[in-house]
């Protein structure tokens, strides 16, 4: 797929990371209400939403390269200081805003996931008592297995 400018992409990709970004901020909002069923419906769309934002960028690295820059983020800037006009460095500036939101709530919605993430073990470790039995916290008797070494003495 051929482009004519680097800066044809920019507003297509202003609103697929835009779209990214809203979708963040409430899978921030389902992380702090433990919906794990709301994260499952937002995880595919997020999936589609980085894939075609990728695809927009590969279209504007292949046009930077084609108009003999580098093929790559940091082609913009040149290209941009001689090719480009107040508009499009405006919407340049404008997709790097939104990609910066999107990788600070990322990092917010990973540090959530983390701290659910410790919470659940947590409560594991608790159900596996204090020795940590990983078998189970009940034997086949319906009674709670011993977690740790006999404390019975012999007597003799």
Do not use: C
Request: net charge positive; no cysteine.
């Amino acid at each position: 797929m051929a482009i004519a400018s680097p800066g044809a992409t920019l507003r297509d990709e202003q609103q697929v990371i835009g779209s990214i970004v809203e979708l963040m901020k409430t899978e921030q909002q389902l992380l702090i209400s433990a919906d794990a069923d709301g994260l499952s419906t937002i995880t595919p769309n997020k999936l589609q939403l980085a894939q075609r934002a990728a695809t927009l960028s590969r279209v504007r690295h292949k046009a930077l390269a084609a108009a003999g820059f580098p093929g790559s983020e940091a082609g913009m800037e040149p290209w941009l200081a001689v090719g480009g006009n107040d508009e499009q460095r405006a919407e340049w500036n404008r997709l790097l805003d939104l990609t910066r939101a999107a990788k600070e709530l990322n990092r917010v919605n990973g540090m959530l996931v983390n701290r659910q993430l410790g919470q659940a073990q947590a409560a594991l470790n608790e159900l596996r008592g204090p020795a940590g039995n990983a078998a189970g916290v009940y034997g086949p008797g319906g009674q709670t297995m011993s977690t740790g070494p006999s404390r019975r003495f012999a007597v003799g």
